[in-house]
């Protein structure tokens, strides 16, 4: 089984590094361990920063090859759904748009998914995993405004909770649409007992102990494919 990556820093391993002060690439990324011990290839396409808009333009460069993967994992909207913080600073009784509209968010991964199936590949989804609101409201307000942010959030830290996980509402709904299968790493982290200590400093990124905790689901996941992949070869014959 071979199978490529898309998706934005999450995917592609990186952590906040405290004592660096300073943001790496975790050697022993879910992506990487998952891997290791599977034995399953795995090439990953992802980059950080990236929005279904840059995630659709990488595709373009890899879209000759998609056919050479049994499946293709898809992970989006951790970036999608940011904020320019400096402007909501500056304004925060103005209406500030996220990077990606929820719907053109829609729209790009309903058609990243037709692409990988025109290509030959199976596509498949993971979820988002979870903020931790008041760790990632902090790092946003460095430097700037907290009290105009707070004004623009109502007073309410957890609502960029609830922003982001309307986007991770979004790829179920999308995934339940076009039967997709969803590989769910945001219950894995947060069935997990003081789940904040998993994410970094800045309340976004998985750190080491999370990667980890990742690993093991998206094994188990890898193992059902493999599963499903070989009834499905013992049907055909």
Same mark, same amino acid.
């Given at each position: 089984? =071979?199978?490529? +990556?898309?998706? &934005?820093?999450?995917? %592609?391993?990186?952590?906040?590094?405290?004592?660096?002060?300073?943001?790496?690439?975790?050697? !022993?990324?879910?992506?990487? /361990?998952?891997?290791? &011990?599977?034995?399953?290839?795995?090439?990953?396409?992802?980059?950080?920063?990236?929005?279904?808009?840059?995630?659709?333009?990488?595709?373009?460069?890899?879209?000759?090859?998609?056919?050479? @993967?049994?499946?293709?994992?898809?992970?989006?909207?951790? =970036? !999608? $759904?940011?904020?320019?913080?400096?402007? *909501?600073?500056?304004?925060?009784?103005?209406?500030? #748009?996220? #990077?990606?509209? /929820? &719907?053109?968010?829609?729209?790009?991964? #309903?058609?990243?998914?037709?692409?990988?199936?025109?290509?030959?590949?199976?596509? +498949?989804?993971?979820?988002?995993?979870?903020?931790?609101?008041? %760790?990632?409201?902090?790092? +946003?307000?460095?430097?700037?405004? %907290?009290? =105009? *942010?707070?004004?623009?959030?109502?007073? !309410?830290?957890? @609502? *960029?909770?609830?922003?982001?996980?309307?986007?991770? &509402?979004?790829?179920?709904?999308?995934?339940?649409?076009?039967?997709?299968?969803?590989?769910?790493?945001?219950?894995?982290? /947060?069935?997990?007992? !003081? @789940?904040?200590?998993? +994410?970094? /400093?800045?309340?976004?990124?998985?750190?080491?102990?999370?990667?980890?905790?990742?690993?093991?689901?998206?094994?188990?996941?890898?193992?059902?494919?493999?599963?499903? =992949?070989?009834?499905?070869?013992?049907?055909? $014959?």
């Amino acid at each position: 089984m =071979n199978i490529c +990556v898309f998706g &934005d820093s999450i995917t %592609k391993g990186v952590v906040f590094d405290e004592a660096k002060g300073k943001y790496v690439f975790l050697k !022993d990324s879910f992506i990487n /361990l998952t891997s290791a &011990d599977t034995g399953v290839k795995i090439k990953n396409f992802a980059k950080f920063g990236s929005t279904t808009v840059k995630g659709s333009e990488i595709m373009n460069k890899h879209e000759d090859t998609l056919g050479d @993967y049994d499946y293709t994992l898809l992970e989006f909207g951790g =970036n !999608d $759904c940011d904020l320019l913080w400096n402007e *909501i600073a500056e304004t925060p009784q103005d209406e500030h #748009l996220p #990077l990606v509209p /929820l &719907d053109k968010f829609r729209q790009l991964y #309903l058609s990243m998914i037709a692409r990988v199936r025109a290509a030959g590949s199976t596509p +498949v989804m993971m979820s988002l995993p979870p903020l931790v609101a008041d %760790k990632f409201f902090g790092w +946003v307000s460095k430097g700037l405004d %907290k009290d =105009n *942010i707070l004004e623009f959030l109502k007073g !309410d830290k957890e @609502y *960029i909770y609830r922003w982001h996980e309307g986007y991770n &509402d979004m790829v179920n709904e999308i995934a339940r649409e076009q039967n997709v299968p969803v590989i769910d790493i945001r219950s894995a982290v /947060l069935q997990q007992p !003081d @789940y904040e200590s998993l +994410v970094c /400093l800045d309340g976004m990124h998985p750190n080491g102990k999370g990667h980890k905790v990742i690993a093991d689901y998206l094994e188990k996941a890898i193992e059902d494919l493999f599963r499903s =992949n070989n009834a499905a070869d013992q049907k055909a $014959c």
